[in-house]
């Protein structure tokens, strides 16, 4: 096996043992076999800049520049495990960073649609998905509170950076029996890993769990 792949394999059992232990949280103690296999099969080097190839299996976030980070692959995890992708959902994705949230969820979706406001980053991504051959992902520069109404509604929607609430249009444009996860909060001290979902009737109900510590959404 080769030694990235090793280190694939170690990261993972990582994971599932913080999982373990954060399960009081999000109540989930261990990876479902869609979401492993996801994130076996994606590589994560792909993603990080060429300064911390090294370090793409160490279960930590790595600087993306532009003030923005690769997330810690067990926050990516939790947060997959959580949104709870089926294979005919379409998902909208706020904060594409590097692209590697997108393609584990490219893996498990049918068709994702991610939204970075900065735009070399928006290009970047979209051209590292490009070449890994994902064509399921749609890349777009734009302000991620206002969601994408062109292509709403979504049955799930990740938010992969902080603010002191959900934006209303993502609450808007999520389905009706969809599902959202994101962190709330004004600092990294007080922001929690939030599922939101949306009954057939509308109405929306919010769970708080695991404290994060994310990135600022950031606005045009």
């Not at 594409?96 to 498990?108: E, P």
């Not at 919010?206 to 404290?211: H, I, K």
């Amino acid at each position: 096996m080769e030694s990235t792949a090793v280190e694939r394999m170690a990261l993972l059992d990582e994971i599932e043992n913080e999982l373990a232990e954060t399960a009081r949280w999000t109540g989930r103690t261990s990876l479902s076999p869609r979401v492993r296999a996801a994130l076996a099969e994606t590589p994560r080097e792909a993603f990080v800049d060429a300064g911390s190839a090294a370090a793409a299996y160490e279960n930590r976030p790595l600087s993306i520049g532009y003030g923005q980070t690769i997330s810690q692959p067990f926050i990516v995890a939790i947060m997959t495990e959580l949104l709870d992708v089926g294979p005919e959902d379409r998902v909208l994705e706020i904060g594409t960073g590097s692209g590697y949230q997108a393609a584990v969820l490219a893996r498990l979706a049918e068709h994702v649609f991610s939204i970075e406001v900065i735009p070399e980053l928006a290009e970047s991504a979209a051209a590292k998905l490009a070449r890994l051959g994902i064509t399921n992902v749609t890349v777009d520069c734009r302000d991620g509170s206002e969601g994408w109404p062109e292509h709403a509604p979504f049955d799930r929607i990740i938010v992969t950076a902080a603010g002191a609430g959900i934006p209303p249009a993502l609450m808007e444009q999520l389905a009706e029996g969809g599902r959202m996860v994101a962190p709330v909060g004004s600092t990294p001290t007080t922001q929690t890993l939030n599922v939101i979902t949306k009954d057939e009737g509308g109405k929306i109900e919010v769970t708080e769990g695991l404290p994060v510590a994310f990135v600022p959404l950031v606005k045009r």
